[in-house]
């Protein structure tokens, strides 16, 4: 358990992973720096083949990196035994796949899915019960719990994984696309779902999709380029001079440790700017132009 209160829940330094077949290196995450605290509600948003599925599969305890730091909940992903491993999946971390297959077993009920994981997790047995309608209840779904897998839509099949992931009240639960087979009702119900947990129960969520629809729903979304953060969004409530609450919105660059940061595609394509930049420093800015100006020779 993390005893440095002020220690991220979740951080990833200088994160490389490398896939090598027949030959031929592939590097999923170069670099990648994450930092998110106790209690967020953060998601990675990133393009097929970013690099996203690979932080998570990291962060999951599935995968290793080739090399960097990654830590969660106070547990070194890179130095972990065995055991460690097991007993960080079964108590410290939750788990809501896009696949109904990874997170329902499909001959038991709603119910008996909690129960399982409650069981996997060691939980007292005489108290197992209790657990379970206490999952289900806040979640909408506690008049399910004795159908199957399959008699339920998308949205309640998903709502169900969530109960399942929280069952063994984790520090930290991790959605992967947890709306990628849903419509768009049944993936704000879901999400509406995620962020309640968030909240009521205090525990740190982030979710890794390639759904830009996600962002309205999070506080904190952080954009994955060529394996590595780009770019960040915070958003906050902030009451009006008419006293109503408003959504507000600020974008960020993320700069890493040796001074490098990715500029948003629509910036770049705005100002023209590839190959070289020419760079300015002002008493408390940085300017970046075009290398070439119109009408201008470079100096």
């Keep these: 358990m993390n005893t440095i209160t002020d220690a991220p829940h979740i951080e ?13 290196e592939v590097q999923a995450l170069q670099g990648l720096t994450l930092r998110v605290e106790r209690g967020e509600l953060t ?7 970013s690099g996203k599925s690979t932080l998570l599969s990291i962060l999951s305890g599935l995968d290793i990196p080739t090399a960097g730091r990654a830590r969660v909940a106070g ?11 097991t007993a960080y999946r079964r108590r410290t971390v939750g788990f809501v796949w896009q696949q109904t297959s990874r997170n ?20 007292p047995a005489k108290e197992r019960r209790a657990r379970v309608e206490a999952v289900l209840e806040p979640l909408g779904i506690a008049e399910l ?14 709502r169900a994984a969530i109960a399942v992931a929280l069952a063994n009240e984790p520090e930290v639960l991790f ?12 993936s704000e119900l879901v999400l509406e779902a995620m962020r309640d947990v968030n909240e009521r129960l205090g525990v740190t969520v982030l979710i890794v999709t390639h759904d830009a629809g996600v962002s309205s729903h999070v506080r904190r979304t952080v954009q994955i380029r060529d394996g590595r953060t780009s770019t960040e969004v915070h958003r906050s409530t902030r009451t009006n001079e008419y006293g109503r609450s408003i959504q507000h919105a600020e974008e960020f660059a993320v700069l890493d440790r040796v001074g490098r940061l990715q500029l948003p595609q629509e910036y770049l394509s705005a100002l023209g700017l590839k190959d070289r930049v020419r760079l300015d420093l002002e008493s408390d800015r ?5 290398s070439r100006a119109e009408g201008e020779e470079d100096r």
């Design 75 to 85: 547990h070194d992903l890179l130095t972990m035994r065995s055991a460690e491993r």
């Design 175 to 186: 959605a992967d696309e947890p709306t990628g087979e849903l419509d768009a009702l049944n």
């Design 43 to 49: 998601a990675i948003v990133g393009a097929s083949g």
């Design 104 to 123: 329902l077993v499909p001959y038991f009920t709603v119910a008996e899915n909690v129960s399982m994981a409650l069981t996997v997790a060691r939980y």
């Design 145 to 158: 719990a004795h159908r199957l897998p399959g008699e339920l839509s998308g949205g309640q099949q998903q």
């Design 12 to 24: 990833c330094v200088d994160l490389v992973r490398i896939f090598s077949a027949e030959g031929v």
């Design 286 to 290: 940085v300017e970046v132009r075009p």
